[in-house]
């Protein structure tokens, strides 16, 4: 199943060139608070539900005519790897990987869906794409082996760990709203048996910036989820971003980003560049100056 958001709390189905309407039939009931129903649906199949809906009765929409929006638009967490392609190591000249690095987290508050705009929040500094794998948690996962992981996967979306280059932590730097543009659909575990195999492309302005197979991860989608889970106890709904490969590069106003992974689909949004401010006039910043002066 290919699952989304459209019109405010409504939960999708790609069936062909139609978005169907299940909310009611996978989520059940409402309301489903800021998280969203396809939140309430994972929840619910993580208990045991058996969820396959009728479509024959639900509400059709073309999917052209559609305005989709975010998934999960307020995940539990986004964990994030840390340098987990090779080639983006070197890029990057970092002398570790996520092996030596651990994992990272990204603020939930920083999810966009399809068509919408990364906002720069600098004027002086540089932000950039990173296109990645998106792994969505489908049951409560603690201390599980690379083995058992995928058993864990409720499904996979394109995901963009939008960055700024500067010497910030790195929870900041990815956490700034907009930050993590992901979409347009989850497609669920069954549709993709190995997520080691697929190949990913980011375009950017209309150039292909970066092309890799996640064959290429340092720490595949099981590793990853078994070192994550060691770590911290995965929720139904927390995503996972797996890490980027090398072909990082500087957003500018009106560049339109796009991320496509094989068998799971396209996601395009924008970028505004037009509201960053100088990074020294950041609260704070300016007075601790001042101070040291
Ligand atoms: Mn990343």
Known sequence: MRLTLFRH??????????????????AGPGPYGPAGP????IERAAEGLTLVPDLGPCPRTPLTEAA???????????????????????????????ADLGIFLKANSSVIGPGQDVVLP??????????????????????????????????????????????????????????????PWIVTADEIPDPDTLDLR????GTTRQRTNTADLIFGVRELIAYTSSVMTLHPGDVIATGTPAGVGPLGHGDRVVVEIERIGRLEVGVDGSRGTPYAERPGRASKRAAQD
Do not use: W
Request: glycine residues 8%; hydrophobic residues 30%.
């Open 9 to 26: 709390d409504r939960l999708g189905l790609v069936d062909g060139d139609d978005l169907v309407d299940v909310t009611e039939q996978l």
């Open 38 to 41: 396809l939140q309430r649906h």
């Open 68 to 98: 989709l929006e975010a998934p999960l638009p307020r995940p539990g967490k986004i964990v994030g790897a840390p340098v987990n392609y090779l080639d983006h190591k070197a890029e990057m000249e970092y002398t570790t990987s996520v």
């Open 122 to 183: 600098y004027s002086d500094k540089r932000t950039d794409q990173e296109g990645e794998l998106g792994v969505v948690i489908g049951r409560t996962a603690s201390h599980v082996t690379a083995d058992e992981a995928l058993s864990y996967v409720f499904g996979y979306t394109c995901l963009l760990d939008i960055t700024v280059r500067s010497d910030e932590d790195r929870s900041t730097r990815k956490s700034f709203d907009t930050f993590t543009p992901i979409g």
């Open 202 to 205: 980011c375009d950017v302005g």
